[in-house]
């Protein structure tokens, strides 16, 4: 039943962007011209790969760091818990757009960080790991009380409990919201054209400049997000299964 309802719905959004093709080329009497996209092919490429590789390097380090905040967030220190409550606070509060900013043209010049690949890797994971981190928060607190005073009477320590019962649970539980967490980092990529990283979004618009083919690219750019979200969505079904999550 899952499997017809995930092919249903791929074929749905095939079907939608095949309609709005049909649609824009109808009412605006536009004449598609996938000639002028194709000597970029390598170019577009490049970006594209460089988006989903930013992607998965920010989502290995978010889920580090998340976990990381969570535990500074929940420590008996309280100079430690407020950093990381504080710093949770201006990642919510703040757009993505704007920590790009101030976060490259003026803490990352402060600092000496030039390089745009690291800078980009470091706000989009200071970014993603306060969600990660109340993500973590979720499935650490629907563990029920009973497992923790199980490990207690068996003289676990925090570290035993946390890493022989908590964690391997909570990585099980986490995994659908980190599907949709995973996937708007993959889009919020396209912000980091602000600092003219050359990722998937910015390449397109690079290429729109030259050749005019504004709707053209635009579709390449939504296939390009799809080609790389919807098989994602797919493998967290298949870890689901293989994990037995309900």
Do not use: C
């Given at each position: 039943m899952?499997k017809e309802?995930?092919?249903?719905?791929?074929?749905?959004t095939?079907l939608f962007y095949?309609?709005?093709?049909?649609?824009v080329?109808?009412?605006?009497r536009?004449?598609?011209?996938?000639?002028s996209?194709?000597?970029?092919?390598s170019v577009?490429?490049?970006?594209w790969i460089?988006?989903?590789?930013?992607?998965i390097?920010?989502?290995f380090?978010?889920?580090?760091f998340?976990?990381?905040l969570?535990f500074?967030?929940k420590?008996k220190?309280?100079?430690?818990?407020?950093?990381?409550?504080?710093f949770?606070e201006?990642?919510?509060?703040s757009?993505l757009l704007?920590?790009?900013v101030?976060?490259y043209?003026?803490?990352?010049?402060a600092f000496?960080?030039?390089d745009?690949f690291?800078?980009?890797?470091?706000i989009l994971?200071f970014?993603?790991?306060?969600?990660i981190?109340?993500?973590?928060?979720g499935?650490?607190e629907?563990?029920?009380?009973?497992?923790w005073?199980?490990a207690k009477?068996?003289g676990?320590?925090?570290?035993?409990?946390?890493?022989?019962i908590i964690?391997?649970?909570?990585?099980?539980?986490?995994?659908p919201p980190?599907?949709?967490q995973?996937a708007?980092l993959?889009?919020?990529?396209?912000?980091?054209s602000y600092?003219?990283?050359?990722?998937?979004?910015?390449t397109i618009m690079?290429?729109?400049?030259?050749?005019?083919?504004?709707i053209?690219?635009?579709?390449?750019l939504?296939?390009?997000?799809?080609?790389?979200?919807?098989?994602?969505?797919?493998l967290?079904?298949?870890l689901?299964k293989?994990?037995?999550?309900?």
């Amino acid at each position: 039943m899952k499997k017809e309802s995930k092919l249903i719905s791929l074929l749905m959004t095939v079907l939608f962007y095949g309609m709005l093709i049909i649609f824009v080329g109808i009412r605006f009497r536009y004449s598609y011209d996938w000639s002028s996209l194709s000597k970029y092919t390598s170019v577009i490429l490049e970006g594209w790969i460089l988006t989903l590789v930013m992607s998965i390097v920010a989502l290995f380090f978010s889920l580090i760091f998340g976990l990381a905040l969570y535990f500074m967030k929940k420590s008996k220190t309280s100079t430690i818990r407020y950093i990381g409550k504080t710093f949770t606070e201006v990642m919510f509060g703040s757009p993505l757009l704007v920590l790009v900013v101030i976060l490259y043209y003026i803490v990352g010049q402060a600092f000496y960080i030039n390089d745009r690949f690291t800078s980009a890797i470091i706000i989009l994971t200071f970014y993603n790991s306060s969600y990660i981190s109340e993500i973590y928060r979720g499935g650490i607190e629907s563990i029920p009380l009973g497992q923790w005073q199980a490990a207690k009477v068996f003289g676990f320590s925090r570290y035993q409990t946390y890493r022989h019962i908590i964690l391997p649970q909570v990585f099980k539980s986490i995994l659908p919201p980190l599907t949709g967490q995973l996937a708007l980092l993959i889009k919020s990529t396209a912000l980091l054209s602000y600092m003219a990283v050359d990722e998937f979004f910015n390449t397109i618009m690079g290429i729109n400049a030259n050749t005019f083919a504004y709707i053209e690219g635009y579709i390449v750019l939504a296939t390009g997000y799809l080609i790389i979200t919807i098989p994602l969505s797919i493998l967290i079904k298949y870890l689901e299964k293989k994990l037995r999550v309900i």
